[in-house]
């Protein structure tokens, strides 16, 4: 054999060698950060329900009209006011316990009142001020006023929304 | 084949068309982030609705009189006369909360007694707000003492009344709860300065409204 080929072949064989040596000579040790979020949970739900009629008129001596709040037996987010034998300037305070049983903090962004009739006068607000932490429970309440126009034998319809978000997005 | 020329011109303008939909691209990330960041913010936000739904049903205000007269069953007959004689007759009707009365053939001293009763079938309670009573415009009235009322008609005698009328009942002291009925007692006397062949008519308003307004 060339004594010149055999050389080339081992200066190839120690550079390649060499070269894999290099690669495989390291020593490596890898630290995992392993990532799991779990989101909490916004949850309010109306625990106890009243009202200010419980019998004789408010503010009058006979007991004519009446008035039942209820909360929905199949969804406690929901309160159902029925007032029946209302008649000009019968007016009715309601007030509702809504709770938290979410996991966020959870904070009264707006109060939505959606009343198209002229005839009967709706408010609400906010009785509490305050965020209501998880397990926290706040008072709410409404008032509800039969104007002088109403008409007899009819019914009107509205609907009151207690609008939250999680405490840290509200103004 | 195309000249030198024509190649670089079109080159130059490959570049140009690259650099402008750089541009465009840059606009367009930028506008796309805007975005983004916009709905991010709308939607970033948890929220838990509590709803209280409301129906309110309003009663009715309705009252019905009736009337009766002693001494004569239903609508109409001869008014109670000396004697058993048939003189003066009387009949009402009813159409809805009006009731209308009509006397002929009255006489001086003829009394007539009866009763006006108003009953609430609504299911408001009802208050008497006002009484407004309406006659010929020659009928003059006087109230010499409470529930007396004295009718002149002054074109026939100033001095003597033609009839007094007495009332009285419970219907301006209470309420009329639904169901309940009040009534007006009344005794009317045709006094002696009554002319002949006259007719007098008049109208007695009973405004009730509900009762925590009245």
Known sequence: MDSKKLFATLAILIIALSIAGFAYAHWQKIVTIKGEVTTGVLDLIIISAADDDTGIDPDY????????????PEDPQIAHITITNAYPSYHVYFHVT???????PAKLYAIEVDNPNECIYVEAWDGQYEQLHPGDKGDYSGYIHVLQCAEQGATYEFTVKFVFWNWNEVP | MPSVGH???????EKESDKEMKTKMTALFATLMIALMVAGFAYAHWSKVVTITGTVTTGKLHLTPSFHVDGIEGTEG????????H??????????NTL???INN??????IAG???????GTIPAGLKHIEWDSTPYLRTEEPEPDIIELYDDTVNETYPIAIVGVGGNYTTFQIDPCETVYLYFKLHFEEALPQGSTYTFTGKFEYWNWNEA
């Open chain 2, 115 to 121: 009763y006006i009763d108003i009953h609430n079938d």
């Open chain 2, 106 to 111: 009255t006489h001086p001293c003829l009394t």
């Open chain 2, 7 to 13: 190649v670089k011109y079109t080159q130059r303008g």
């Open chain 1, 61 to 72: 001596d006979k007991d004519v009209a009446d008035t039942v709040i209820t909360i929905d």
């Open chain 2, 87 to 96: 003189v003066s007759y009387i009949n009402w009707t009813i159409e809805g």
């Open chain 2, 100 to 102: 209308t009365i009509t």
């Open chain 1, 98 to 104: 809504i709770k938290n049983v979410g996991t966020i």
């Open chain 2, 78 to 85: 001869w008014l109670p006369e000396p004697e058993g004689k």
